[in-house]
């Protein structure tokens, strides 16, 4: 092999990586909206409908979830050379958090602790903790990277986007959520996730890009 293809070759495999883990970080948000459309229904139309992602739906859910993680390791991996170091650590809060929550949600999964020995399921049930703290981790993240592209672009476009996901999480996961679901919960629920499809877009757009010094 020429030793000068090589860069060629890592840039073609960086992109490939980028377009995938951005397919796969849409998709995976586009299950997040799913799994409140019964939900939705219910309490925007007044029309019950049937769960179209419920606790039973193993596979379904670990898709899922394994395509959030795969997007958002794409993400970080996409704009860390870009920013500098407080921008990285918004990133790692950003792609971390968003990590944990993938993993978190395996304590919905119902199906998943019928399978299991009780006592296992019981350490499964702690799990939750990782939804709380990587909710927050995430949403701390996409507004410090939304305030970062603010100041200097780095998305190929809408570099409002994260810091307006952000934002809309915020609002519906901390002003609205409770043991009732409750109509504005799922309208900043529904923004939140729209605009982690966004996010999803722009990085299957994106191209490569030399680092800069944005901190």
Not at 145 to 157: A, E, V, Y
């Amino acid at each position: 092999m020429n030793t000068s293809d090589l860069p060629a070759r890592r840039i073609q495999l960086n992109q490939k990586s980028r377009h995938w883990g951005g397919l796969a970080f849409a998709f995976g948000s586009v299950l997040f909206i799913v799994n409140k459309l019964d939900e939705m229904s219910r309490v925007f139309l007044a029309r019950p409908m049937p769960d179209l992602i419920s606790g039973q739906q193993i596979g379904l859910i670990l898709l899922g979830q394994m395509a959030l993680i795969m997007g958002y390791v794409a993400y970080y991996r996409c704009y860390a050379p870009r920013v500098g170091r407080f921008g990285k650590i918004a990133l790692g809060l950003l792609s971390g958090g968003g990590m944990l929550l993938a993993l978190g949600h395996v304590t919905f999964m119902s199906g998943l602790g019928e399978q299991l020995p009780r006592s296992l399921a019981q350490y499964g049930e702690n799990l939750f903790v990782l939804v709380i703290f990587g909710l927050l981790f995430l949403l701390i993240g996409l507004i410090w990277f939304g305030i970062l592209t603010l100041r200097k672009p780095l998305l190929r476009c809408w570099q409002w986007l994260p810091l307006a996901t952000g934002l809309m999480g915020f609002i519906g996961f901390f002003a609205f959520s409770g043991e009732i679901i409750t109509a504005p919960f799922l309208f900043f629920r529904t923004l939140f996730a729209i605009g982690l499809i966004g996010l999803g877009i722009i990085l299957w757009l994106e191209q490569p890009m030399q680092p800069n010094t944005v901190t």
